[in-house]
């Protein structure tokens, strides 16, 4: 009986409903979303019915990953040091090795690149078995166990073993583990070997729910919290279910959790969440979060590729967050601590990240932190340490800024990060604007050469418009040009092959924030309205804000992994009416207003009890576009929408719109696009050679990281010059004129520009325990032992060298963890470059391979080499800095008077 009156409440709506946003695949109105055969209705302020169901059916993969979860928290291991397996069935059942809790994977759990693209052939009973008699011996001798984090849980609080993961039917919401006893492990045969076993199905799909729509309905208390009302239903409904998701993601501590699965504070997230919205909706729990992230009065990177810091360099979004918190309360307290904080980060990152050479920042794309998914499978971690990343120098141009404001409030001497912040912003512009295309590029990327990918990164290219690094015209082109998709900006475009969706082929709902922030910044009609529906269709099509969807489905299965109410997906959803409907912009001064609203969103838009400062102000639009009428403060008409810092009290603001709008602007909506695969180039004596690429209808040849040579498809081998360094590497294009990656680099080096040097003091330090070194023995270098190495080189024509370091590093596992090893090196007493030895392998110290390369000029003669642990090479675990060193190379790129 319900679905027939469902049905005609749906016929009566449809036809009643007044359109805001219509594409090939859905439909906004001022009460639904319509995406057949789904519909998310608005009930209520306080509710919305959605009929949506994911049709994905996902197929499991055979490699699986997951941790063990003492009484359901997340406190075995760091946070991305996942325990993995491969399930090999044997019919229809596997047992794992066994695991020991809170250490490495067993020697015998070796998986491969290739094994995650394997899917389960069949449904799978998979028993996985871990080993306690640590944590239960702990608790009999000590009567606590002690976790990584350095937490007690007392032997009577112990409650059980749990199994969290990221393959169905496993979840990582920790939170919901001691709600479900499917998780929980047992000790069938008391000896201290918990075991699981569970159903892997070998397609998953999502739940059958007979038919029946799913309501959110408001449960929580939201009413401290500024309340919006909109003249659209819709618009109204989905702020109140942004604002309850904000409130479930606060922690026991009072800090935000980065979503529904993710317990923890992470810096990225939780810094690009405050200065969404979260500053002035919530700034005691932003300053909570941001604190938590501040380690030794310096702000933390969290775990990541190659053991993280400085592989990873984006934790200066912390300073864009505390920054907007400043410019939201006027703590003067707050300004103190978190500018020591900054400045004391921001003068490591000048001697560990910043390349003088370019005046960019080295370091992993600010999020986009899964190596293959945003970059060729070739690089590895101190590949992507060379690297210089949109993104990433976005946030560090605007950290300068930052910390130069602060320096003037606080009367200190700013002009040394105020010139910096220019050098860096002339330096993105200079070096990654695409002037043919409209907008900037990827990274520049390679190894002794760097090369631009022409990719466009959504997150980078709204940060430079909402930073003024772009101009007004390069902002205004940045908007109108980079590539668009139906359902919203994908963060890169176009997609890598046979990468599965996650930051590849993939839109985030908080990357889609700082894109329609930047567009109504630059004043684009259409990019704000694609945006915003972008935001929009998810949230009530899914009831949740979620972390991410499939680029070209729209659906939030098929992804790598997904989370319910993630904390940045939630501020994109409150931003798009504080950032761009009200445009709210705090500065020490005051607060201004710079409305936007789109023609379909015309009415009133009231906005009370939104505390600023010492005031609460309840704030009217009254029409649509984004220029200003007039403007009323408590009747009083006032020249411009302007509240100063020092207003106190109760206060209602009335802004008239004058109902017009810019109609010449445009966007680029496209069809998602993939590039051809990365090309295999190999040298034999004096020959490139690869193997055919399907989509190719030519290849480029590139030497020393400039674009030489165009062959046509039918060529698979080019001969080269071997009399002196050079540097090759091959780009394949297809039809549509669409690139794919460069190939890994490969070099001729004639061998007398190749030196090969071992330590002074190998005589006296060094060992043979470990095999792999190429030399006579190697050295161990950690803060303790060996923080002084030195070489004598020998010099015979001056000209630019390359240089790096054979090294081994088993701290820590490749894509995780926060050991990697930092050195300083210094020539002839002055310092030159950092180098970076990125953890190779957790408890794999057999594993060789050489550090990041820099080109440094040398003049002929004998010099004094030295490798330093000094205080800027401090990484981020602090007690660890660790590496095996086997030799230094050289190689001379360029001669002078040769």
Not at 114 to 120: G, I, M, R, V, W
Not at 360 to 388: A, C, H, N, V
Not at 584 to 610: I, K, R, W
Request: charged content about 25%; some cysteine; glycine content about 6%.
């Amino acid at each position: 009986m319900w679905r027939y009156g469902f049905l005609l409440l749906i016929l009566f709506l449809y036809c009643s409903d007044k359109s805001v946003y219509v594409s090939d695949t859905f439909r906004i109105t001022d009460h639904s979303i319509i995406q057949n055969p789904a519909r998310a209705e608005i009930q209520s302020a306080h509710e919305i019915l959605s009929t949506y169901k994911s049709a994905y059916r996902a197929p499991t993969r055979n490699v699986i990953t997951f941790k063990f979860s003492i009484n359901g928290l997340d406190n075995e291991r760091y946070p991305g040091e996942d325990h993995v397996a491969f399930i090999e069935p044997v019919n229809g059942k596997f047992t794992s090795d066994i695991y020991h809790f809170g250490k490495p994977d067993p020697e015998s759990v070796e998986i491969k690149f290739e094994d995650y693209s394997s899917y389960l052939a069949e449904d799978t009973e998979v028993t996985i078995r871990v080993d306690m008699n640590e944590v239960l011996t702990a608790f009999r001798t000590q009567g606590f166990f002690t976790t990584y984090e350095g937490n007690s849980i007392p032997a009577d609080d112990f409650e059980g073993l749990y199994i969290a993961g990221g393959v169905y039917p496993l979840t990582w919401e920790f939170t919901a583990l001691q709600k479900h006893p499917e998780y929980k492990m047992s000790d069938p045969d008391q000896d201290g070997i918990y075991e699981i076993t569970l159903l892997f199905p070998k397609f998953r799909q999502e739940e059958d729910r007979g038919g029946e729509p799913k309501i959110w309905k408001l449960t929580e208390r939201i009413e401290s919290y500024p309340q919006y009302q909109s003249p659209l239903p819709l618009i109204t409904a989905l702020h109140a279910l942004s604002l309850e998701e904000m409130v479930l993601d606060i922690r026991d501590d009072g800090a935000f959790m980065a979503g529904a699965k993710w317990p923890g504070i992470w810096t990225r997230d939780v810094s690009y969440s405050i200065l969404l919205s979260l500053a002035f909706i919530n700034p005691e729990a932003s300053k909570k979060s941001l604190i938590a992230k501040v380690k030794n009065n310096r702000i933390v990177q969290d775990t990541g590729t190659g053991g993280s810091w400085p592989i990873s360099s984006d934790r200066m979004t912390w300073a864009l967050a505390a920054w907007e918190v400043y410019l939201f309360t006027g703590d003067a307290d707050w300004l103190r601590y978190s500018y020591e904080v900054i400045k004391n980060s921001v003068d490591a990152d000048l001697y560990t990240v910043f390349d003088k050479s370019t005046h960019l920042y080295f370091g992993e794309s600010s999020f986009l932190d899964w190596r293959e998914q945003t970059y060729p499978r070739w690089m590895d971690p101190k590949d992507i340490y060379g690297s210089l990343n949109l993104g990433t120098n976005a946030v560090h141009q605007h950290t300068l800024e930052i910390v130069a404001m602060m320096a003037d409030l606080l009367g200190y001497d700013s002009g040394k990060y105020s010139q910096m912040a220019s050098d860096v912003k002339q330096a993105i512009n200079d070096r990654l604007w695409i002037a043919d295309r409209g907008y900037y590029g990827q990274y520049l990327y390679g190894r002794h050469f760097k090369t631009l990918s022409p990719r466009s990164e959504t997150l980078g290219e709204a940060l430079c418009v909402l930073f003024d690094i772009a101009d007004g015209q390069q902002a205004e082109s940045i908007v109108a040009t980079m590539p668009l998709l139906e359902y919203g900006p994908a963060c890169i475009y176009p997609q890598i092959p046979s990468i599965p969706p996650y930051h590849n082929d993939a839109i985030w709902p908080f990357v889609a924030g700082y894109w329609t922030w930047a567009s109504a910044k630059v004043k684009n009609y259409p990019a704000v309205e694609h945006g915003l529906a972008s935001i929009y269709r998810p949230a009530a099509l899914f009831l949740t804000n979620k972390e991410n969807m499939v680029a070209t489905t729209g659906d939030y299965l098929g992804t790598e992994t997904n989370s319910d109410r993630q904390l940045w997906s939630v501020a994109a959803n409150l931003a798009t009416i504080y950032r761009i409907i009200y445009g709210m912009q705090f500065t020490p001064e005051g607060l201004f207003l710079n409305p936007f609203v789109p023609p379909a969103y015309a009415g009133d838009h009231v906005l009370s009890n939104f505390t600023y400062r010492e005031a609460i102000l309840n704030i009217r639009i009254m029409g649509y576009g984004d220029e200003i009428d007039s403007t009323f403060i408590d009747g009083q008409f006032t020249g411009e929408p302007f509240i100063s810092a020092n207003l106190m009290g109760e206060h209602d603001v009335l802004i008239k719109l004058t109902n017009k709008i810019r109609d010449d602007r445009t966007i680029t909506v496209v069809e998602n696009m993939i590039s051809p695969k990365t090309p295999d180039l190999s040298i034999d004596e004096n020959e490139l050679r690869w193997t055919p690429i399907e989509a190719a209808v030519k290849y480029v040849v590139f030497k020393n990281g400039v674009r030489r040579y165009e062959l046509s498809a039918d060529t698979y081998d080019y001969r080269v010059e071997t009399d002196q360094f050079a540097e090759y590497q091959l780009m394949a294009v297809d039809k549509d004129g669409v690139q794919s990656f460069l190939s890994q680099p490969v070099s001729v080096i004639p061998e007398s520009d190749r030196m090969i040097i071992e330590p002074i003091e190998l005589a006296e330090k060094g060992e043979n325990a470990i095999a792999g070194h190429e030399g006579r023995a190697y050295i161990e270098m950690s803060k303790h032992e060996n923080r002084i190495i030195t070489f004598s080189v020998s010099i015979r024509w001056p000209g630019k060298y390359a240089i790096d370091f054979r090294y081994a590093n088993g701290s820590g596992p490749i894509n995780t963890d926060n050991k990697c090893a930092i050195r300083s090196l210094f020539i002839d007493d002055r310092r030159s470059a950092a180098f970076v030895f990125p953890q190779r392998g957790s408890g794999i110290w057999d594993d060789w391979g050489y550090s990041n390369s820099r080109v440094i000029d040398l003049d002929a003669g004998t010099h004094r080499f030295t490798l330093k642990f000094t205080e800027s090479d401090e990484n981020m675990n602090v007690d660890e800095n660790t590496a095996l060193l086997d030799h230094m190379r050289l190689i001379m790129v360029t001669a002078m008077n040769r």
